[in-house]
């Protein structure tokens, strides 16, 4: 897992605003223009971009620019990313409740 250290963090970073947070859960409804998305938030557009920017260098979407309309695309498959660290992360906490458990509960363990 180290490999994807500065991926995962990239990811982490680009997903710790709400905004942004907001724009992937959209977008995982389907792809919208970026004028679509930006009418949920109260913000001018070039503050907006910069969410989408910070979004699409972290590859957790991608644009598709077809005259003047900008349409993003949600990169589900850079949510596996973040997914594998939830589960590695999942099964450390689950083997050491495990191992807890079977101290806790195991008459062997217990000293008088």
Known sequence: MAQYSAELDGVLVALADP???AVVRHLGRG????GDLAREFPMTLPSFMKHVR????????HTVKSGRVRTCVLNRE???LL???LA?????WEERTDR???????PKEQRP
């Open 19 to 21: 905004t942004r947070r």
């Open 31 to 34: 792809p919208t223009t970026v």
């Open 54 to 61: 910070t979004l699409e260098s972290n590859g957790l979407i």
């Open 78 to 80: 850079r949510l596996a």
């Open 83 to 85: 997914d594998d660290w």
């Open 88 to 92: 590695e992360q999942r099964r450390i």
């Open 100 to 106: 807890l458990e079977q101290f806790v509960t195991d």
